[in-house]
């Protein structure tokens, strides 16, 4: 079954559990999920107020339409 996950997040999380930092995936578009491989980039651009559908193979945006 399909479902919808709101994500708001446009990077990811920084972990420090020793010397290098692990960056962990924040909006759902990393093809590494659950670590961020730089696939947010394009959140950066959303509009406020607004939900987008993506492209699982491709990052693209699907659709856009006004949260209510």
Known sequence: MARIVK???TGPV????????VFVCACGLSKK??????????TREEEPGCTYRYDAATGAVLDKSRDQ
């Open 33 to 42: 999920f659950p670590f961020c491989d730089g696939a947010h980039k394009p």
């Open 14 to 21: 920084k972990v420090e559990p020793s010397d290098k930092p």
């Open 7 to 9: 994500l708001e997040a």
